[in-house]
């Protein structure tokens, strides 16, 4: 496995069980002295919840096709309730440590 396959699984693990991100904005304005400044810093935490889709394909590239192709979108949905208690259930545990 190449290292553009590993980071393709990667993103998609991550994305098929969602992830927290952070965005940070920053404005700038000229402090009159040839230089610039920082006048404003906006700091927003954003929650990416889990993909069904991406899970469903990150199995299909394990070679687990089979058995995802057999779910119906009630067990689809409980699957991805499932992944999404373990990500919180991880989060959580992370925040603690």
Known sequence: MDNGEKNLKKAL?????GYDSTEVTEEYQD???GGVKLVKRKVVKKN????VSAAKLLIELNGETS?????SDEELEKE??????LYIKENYDNQKK
Not at 48 to 51: G, H, K, L, N
Not at 80 to 85: I, V
Request: aromatic share 0%.
């Open 13 to 17: 693990k991550k994305r098929a069980l």
């Open 31 to 33: 402090d009159g002295e």
């Open 48 to 51: 990416v919840p889990p993909d």
């Open 67 to 71: 058995d995802i192709e057999k779910l």
């Open 80 to 85: 991805k309730q499932r992944l999404l208690s």
